[in-house]
């Protein structure tokens, strides 16, 4: 059997290449996905600051609801500060230092900030966490008193300093102090050093200092005796046992540097989930399409098997082996190409910033192994359907019908796909009923399942379009035209892979990318229209806004009101259905001066009572969460404290401002630094009050003055990292499809030479022939595009009408004159080229060669 495939394939090259590409591709994608998701699971940044621990324990960065996966929580949580004593007398432990991260930036002589550390918001530490670093050289001695502190050798070199000069340095939130450099420690990224006592006071974790974080620490790390870290982690661990604290050694310190690494693998694992989903889907499309054409040509080959008594049962075996000799030889290339894909995706990544540059890929075989599993049952499948019908037809009448197609498309079929077209359509309604990115959602999958049911439907739509074009070509129309709408109406089943496959490249980039660019442009328009303010002051080197910036701002002149916004991250706990939900959620963090500065279009209720434990909550959410005015919500902040807040009000505006709005009391003391990360300014409207307010900034180290307005969304040029992300994912699936369509346009033409033979014997000039073909490209081309333009129209209307209010959605008005013409010269190129080398054939060898 494995020989005679061998054989067989050996005389379908052209076929089987567009199966080898199909795999190839298929494989490349699916690998690529695979170590994605395992980056997520298994990935970890390098320990940096604590790589001189052996043992660090932390508290668990995720929220772990029942039944379901967890979820990050991207905000410090602490640890109590009493255990550094406890655990600093254990066996084999011979230096323990808790650990606190809290803003601080060094200002040079002229002014500008200098950023210390990785991140300004946790740069400033106390120096027993120099205990932490790894074989970190120190120019100098220890911070003595509240005047002093050391840097790191990259902070001192780019503010210009070195030990004993003085510097100014700006710590959480506090006006900016002179300091006397005690020391430079020579670490990457190790930050700004103060001593103990000064460094618990500026981070606001004193005891008797009050809130939430008093009397805590970030981390705790530990340095043991060589060789017991295993022995220490595991009397950690039982004495810590029930507290939910993490104890944890090698590689899994790296996570604890920053709160926010859970999240950025977290991501990685939701990419790779949403994206497998469509990338196995349009691999298997492809690859069956792809051979579909293959065993399509050799009809003739299998019929006349089952004439000398080959079984069924045989006849797909040998299609199942041939298919898998040649998936067989696209595979390794296309594992080895996933791998190189994988990590594209990781620096596109890391340049948007929405994982840290730091984050490492993890290599294993298994995203490789994973791939070849699928693939090749993804080859056995779409091989023996497509053998299916030859296979089990009689002897007589499978030789019979190897000569010609079925010229009438299966009812079962054609019913299939109109099902599917049907529940397509019912599936785009759902923006209309939810203004969220997860009704966005619908008109993507509206899309894809539009195709499959194109492809379904796809040999009864162009058998009546080449019987309607057939009608009108009948008399007056010349030889080639009359020949082309011909072939078309009496090979529907070879044409509608050809045009389901073009129609489905189309609906895809369509419904996808209108989908994210209309969510862009919603979320925009309503921010501007909710935002009532024009200036908005940040501080990102600074890790946050100085206190008394808020109110200095409000004594300028022109300033009519001025109120601060922040954001993070909830997991709001409702129940659907009667079953208890989970779901991670963006917040805004609003005080009851908001109403000032924005208008969140409030339904019922008044954002001016967001004091103590309130919330305001989406008009798209409050209904299904049934989280009305005056009823409770439960919710889980971001540093993991649970709490129930009140609802004070219904907000209209979600979609730009988040599904939650927290009171500012509410999150006080549960992020990470603290501090406000910008303030909205509202001012007349006059040039002195923008002069006034751009002075004050510039006379403010570390501030930044930006609109507070987004521009309108024009292009992708503002674009969220997300929705980049998504247009690459795009990007890379079209360069897929149009590749394995161009490849089966060129197998589906090559096996055509002994029709075009005979043609020329029967008198048909090549340019006869070429005229044809071109026809047939053309009239496939315009089918195709037809058919994804009028599947895609009312997703797209309905996506428009949802979220713009007009019945059509926001984009780029170049892409579709941009696929039309893909999808075109596609259709032109790789029947013309084919059609050409056909020719130089003489027909009678042709016909012979068959």
């Given at each position: 059997?494995?020989?005679?495939?061998?054989?067989?394939?050996?005389h379908?090259?052209?076929?089987?290449?567009?199966?080898?590409?199909a795999?190839l591709?298929?494989?490349?994608?699916?690998?690529?996905t695979?170590?994605l998701a395992?980056?997520?699971?298994?990935?970890?940044?390098p320990?940096?600051?604590?790589a001189?621990?052996?043992?660090?324990v932390?508290?668990?960065q995720?929220?772990?609801?029942d039944?379901?996966?967890?979820l990050?929580?991207?905000?410090?949580?602490?640890?109590?500060?009493?255990?550094?004593?406890?655990?600093?007398?254990?066996?084999?432990?011979?230096?323990?230092?808790?650990?606190?991260?809290?803003?601080?930036a060094?200002l040079?002589?002229?002014?500008?900030?200098?950023a210390?550390?990785?991140?300004?918001?946790?740069?400033?530490?106390?120096?027993s966490s120099t205990?932490?670093?790894?074989?970190?050289?120190?120019?100098?001695?220890a911070?003595?008193?509240?005047?002093?502190?050391?840097?790191?050798?990259?902070?001192?070199?780019?503010?210009?300093?070195?030990?004993?000069?003085?510097?100014?340095?700006?710590?959480?939130g506090?006006?900016?102090?002179?300091?006397?450099v005690?020391?430079?420690?020579?670490?990457?990224?190790?930050?700004?050093?103060?001593?103990?006592?000064?460094?618990?006071?500026?981070?606001?974790?004193?005891?008797?200092?009050?809130?939430?974080?008093?009397?805590?620490?970030?981390?705790i790390g530990?340095?043991?005796?060589?060789?017991?870290?295993d022995?220490?982690?595991?009397?950690?661990?039982?004495a810590?046992?029930?507290?939910?604290l993490?104890?944890?050694t090698?590689?899994?310190?790296?996570d604890l540097?920053?709160?926010?690494?859970?999240?950025?693998?977290?991501l990685?694992?939701?990419?790779a989930?949403?994206?497998?989903g469509?990338?196995?889907?349009?691999?298997?499309?492809?690859?069956?399409?792809?051979?579909?054409?293959?065993?399509?040509?050799q009809?003739r080959?299998?019929?006349?098997?089952?004439?000398?008594?080959a079984t069924?049962?045989?006849?797909?075996?040998?299609?199942?082996a041939?298919?898998?000799?040649?998936?067989?030889?696209?595979?390794?290339?296309?594992?080895?190409?996933g791998?190189?894909l994988?990590e594209?995706?990781?620096?596109?990544?890391?340049d948007?910033?929405?994982?840290?540059?730091?984050?490492?890929?993890?290599?294993?075989?298994?995203?490789?192994?994973a791939?070849?599993?699928?693939?090749?049952?993804?080859v056995?499948?779409?091989?023996?359907?497509a053998?299916?019908?030859?296979?089990r037809?009689?002897?007589?009448?499978?030789?019979a019908?190897?000569?010609?197609?079925?010229?009438?498309?299966a009812?079962?079929?054609?019913?299939a796909?109109?099902?599917?077209?049907?529940?397509?359509?019912?599936?785009?309604?759902l923006p209309?009923?939810s203004?969220?990115?997860?009704?966005?959602?619908?008109?993507?999958?509206?899309?894809?399942?539009?195709?499959?049911?194109?492809?379904?439907?796809?040999?009864a739509?162009?058998?009546?379009?080449?019987?309607?074009?057939?009608?009108?070509?009948?008399?007056?129309?010349?030889?080639?035209?009359?020949?082309?709408?011909?072939?078309?109406r009496a090979?529907?089943?070879?044409?509608?892979?050809i045009v389901?496959t073009?129609?489905?490249?189309?609906?895809?980039?369509?419904?996808?990318?209108?989908?994210?660019?209309?969510?862009?442009?919603?979320?925009?328009?309503?921010?501007?229209?909710g935002?009532?303010?024009?200036?908005?002051?940040?501080?990102?080197?600074?890790?946050?806004?100085?206190?008394?910036?808020?109110?200095?701002?409000?004594?300028?002149?022109?300033?009519?009101?001025?109120a601060?916004v922040?954001?993070?991250?909830?997991?709001?706990?409702?129940?659907m259905?009667?079953?208890?939900?989970?779901?991670?959620?963006?917040?805004?963090v609003?005080t009851?001066d908001?109403?000032?500065?924005l208008?969140?279009?409030v339904?019922?209720?008044?954002?001016?009572?967001l004091?103590?434990?309130?919330?305001?909550?989406?008009?798209?959410?409050?209904g299904?969460?049934?989280?009305r005015?005056?009823?409770?919500?439960?919710l889980?902040?971001?540093?993991?404290?649970p709490?129930?807040?009140?609802?004070?009000?219904?907000?209209?505006r979600g979609?730009?401002?988040?599904?939650?709005?927290?009171?500012?009391d509410?999150?006080?003391?549960?992020?990470?630094?603290?501090l406000?990360?910008?303030?909205?300014?509202?001012?007349?409207?006059?040039?002195?009050?923008?002069?006034?307010?751009?002075?004050?900034?510039?006379?403010?180290?570390?501030?930044?003055?930006?609109?507070?307005?987004p521009?309108?969304?024009t292009?992708l040029?503002?674009?969220?990292?997300?929705?980049w992300?998504?247009?690459?994912?795009?990007?890379?699936l079209?360069?897929?499809?149009?590749?394995?369509?161009?490849?089966?346009?060129v197998?589906?033409?090559?096996?055509?030479?002994t029709e075009?033979?005979?043609l020329?014997?029967?008198?048909?000039?090549?340019?006869?022939?070429?005229a044809?073909?071109?026809?047939?490209?053309?009239?496939?081309?315009?089918?195709?595009?037809?058919?994804?333009?009028?599947?895609?129209?009312v997703?797209?209307?309905?996506?428009?009408?949802?979220?713009?209010?007009?019945?059509?959605?926001?984009?780029?008005a170049?892409?579709?004159?941009?696929?039309?013409?893909?999808?075109t010269?596609?259709?032109?190129?790789?029947?013309?080229?084919?059609?050409?080398?056909?020719?130089?054939v003489?027909p009678?060898e042709?016909?012979?060669g068959?």
């Open positions: 059997m494995f020989r005679l495939a061998l054989h067989m394939a050996g379908r090259l052209t076929a089987l290449i567009a199966v080898a590409c795999v591709g298929g494989a490349a994608l699916i690998t690529g695979g170590v395992e980056s997520g699971l298994r990935s970890h940044l320990a940096g600051r604590l001189g621990a052996d043992v660090v932390a508290a668990d995720e929220h772990h609801p039944q379901d996966l967890p990050a929580l991207p905000e410090r949580r602490t640890v109590p500060a009493a255990l550094v004593a406890k655990l600093s007398g254990l066996p084999g432990v011979e230096a323990a230092a808790g650990d606190l991260g809290f803003p601080a060094v040079d002589g002229r002014g500008p900030v200098v210390a550390g990785a991140d300004p918001a946790s740069a400033g530490h106390g120096w205990r932490l670093l790894a074989a970190a050289r120190t120019d100098g001695a911070p003595a008193g509240p005047g002093e502190a050391a840097v790191d050798t990259a902070t001192a070199a780019a503010a210009g300093i070195g030990v004993g000069d003085r510097v100014r340095i700006a710590a959480n506090r006006p900016a102090t002179g300091y006397r005690s020391a430079v420690v020579d670490a990457p990224h190790a930050g700004i050093y103060f001593a103990d006592p000064t460094a618990v006071r500026l981070a606001g974790r004193a005891g008797g200092s009050g809130g939430p974080r008093a009397g805590t620490v970030d981390l530990l340095r043991t005796a060589p060789g017991a870290a022995r220490v982690a595991a009397e950690v661990r039982t810590l046992a029930g507290t939910g993490e104890t944890v090698g590689a899994d310190r790296g540097v920053s709160p926010g690494a859970g999240a950025s693998r977290s990685l694992i939701l990419l989930g949403s994206l497998a469509i990338v196995l889907l349009i691999t298997g499309f492809v690859t069956a399409s792809a051979l579909a054409v293959s065993i399509g040509g009809r080959d299998l019929a006349l098997m089952r004439a000398v008594g069924p049962r045989q006849i797909r075996r040998l299609a199942a041939q298919a898998t000799v040649i998936a067989g030889v696209a595979l390794v290339p296309g594992v080895a190409v791998y190189l994988a594209e995706f990781r620096h596109l990544l890391a948007r910033g929405v994982i840290p540059a730091e984050l490492p890929l993890t290599w294993s075989p298994a995203p490789g192994a791939a070849l599993l699928l693939t090749v049952l993804a056995q499948l779409s091989a023996r359907g053998a299916w019908r030859t296979s037809r009689p002897a007589t009448e499978a030789v019908e190897s000569r010609s197609e079925p010229r009438h498309p009812r079962a079929r054609t019913g796909g109109l099902l599917l077209m049907a529940a397509a359509t019912a599936l785009s309604a209309l009923f203004r969220t990115v997860l009704g966005a959602t619908g008109t993507s999958m509206a899309g894809i399942l539009g195709a499959i049911g194109l492809a379904l439907a796809g040999p739509l162009v058998r009546g379009v080449g019987t309607a074009a057939a009608r009108l070509t009948r008399s007056g129309a010349s030889a080639p035209t009359w020949l082309a709408m011909s072939n078309l090979y529907a089943l070879r044409n509608a892979g389901a073009l129609a489905m490249a189309v609906m895809f980039v369509l419904t996808y990318t209108f989908a994210q660019t209309t969510v862009l442009a919603a979320t925009a328009a309503e921010v501007r229209a935002t009532l303010a024009q200036q908005r002051l940040t501080a990102p080197a600074l890790g946050g806004l100085p206190e008394g910036t808020l109110a200095a701002v409000r004594e300028l002149p022109g300033v009519r009101a001025a601060p922040g954001d993070t991250t909830v997991v709001w706990t409702y129940d259905f009667g079953e208890p939900e989970t779901e991670s959620a963006a917040a805004t609003l009851p908001a109403p000032h500065v208008d969140l279009d339904r019922d209720g008044d954002l001016g009572a004091t103590g434990a309130t919330v305001a909550v989406g008009a798209d959410v409050a299904p969460r049934d989280a005015v005056g009823g409770t919500v439960h889980v902040l971001g540093d993991g404290t709490v129930d807040a009140k609802v004070v009000a219904v907000y209209d979609l730009g401002f988040g599904p939650v709005v927290l009171s500012h509410l999150a006080a003391g549960h992020t990470t630094t603290g406000d990360p910008s303030v909205l300014v509202r001012t007349d409207g006059t040039a002195a009050s923008g002069r006034a307010l751009a002075a004050f900034a510039g006379s403010r180290p570390g501030l930044v003055l930006d609109d507070a307005r521009r309108p969304a292009g040029a503002d674009a969220p990292p997300e929705v992300i998504d247009l690459a994912v795009v990007t890379v079209l360069g897929h499809l149009l590749l394995n369509i161009a490849n089966k346009l197998a589906a033409t090559a096996q055509r030479r075009l033979a005979a020329r014997l029967n008198g048909t000039t090549p340019r006869q022939v070429r044809m073909m071109r026809r047939e490209a053309a009239v496939t081309a315009a089918t195709a595009l037809g058919a994804a333009l009028l599947l895609s129209a997703p797209l209307a309905l996506l428009g009408q949802g979220f713009l209010g007009r019945p059509w959605p926001a984009g780029p170049w892409l579709l004159p941009a696929l039309a013409l893909t999808v010269a596609t259709a032109f190129l790789t029947t013309e080229l084919p059609t050409r080398r056909a020719l130089r003489p009678a042709a016909v012979r068959r």
